[in-house]
Nanobody
Framework: QVQLVESGGGLVQPGGSLRLSCAAS????????MAWFRQAPGKAREFASG????????YYADSVKGRFTISRDNAKNTVYLQMNSLKPEDTARYYC?????????????????WGQGTQVTVSS
């Protein structure tokens, strides 16, 4: 099973940018659908963005559409989340997730591996 390690979080001012990375172990990274979720204190974990096996299709939550960009580099076993125009409401712990399903996961329980998360705080 793939193992995931996120990095790139931190403190940023409103309007700023961050780039998150998720490094995966194993040789089968390209066979996984990949996604970023986030969880703010006291709230449920929510989908932020996802990408298919070769990166041909991407998905975004309405709250991040137009500001966040997901990408992947299968040669480096890494998925990225470029976050621009950050807002205080983007403050959350961001998690990378992998799914081995052949179609897009319908819920959070259909992901097979999770990272430990990286904290993003947007504040002046």
């Amino acid at each position: 099973q793939v193992q995931l390690v996120e990095s790139g979080g931190g403190l940023v001012q409103p309007g700023g940018s961050l780039r998150l990375s998720c490094a995966a172990s194993g040789r089968t990274f390209s066979s996984y659908l990949m996604a970023w979720f986030r969880q703010a204190p006291g709230k449920a974990r929510e989908f932020a963005s996802g990408i298919t096996w070769s990166g041909g299709r991407t998905y975004y939550a309405d709250s991040v559409k137009g500001r966040f960009t997901i990408s992947r580099d299968n040669a480096k076993n890494t998925v990225y989340l470029q976050m621009n125009s950050l807002k205080p409401e983007d403050t959350a712990r961001y998690y990378c997730a992998a799914s081995a399903r052949r179609s897009w996961p319908k819920n959070i329980h259909e992901y097979d591996a999770w990272g430990q998360g990286t904290q993003v705080t947007v504040s002046s």
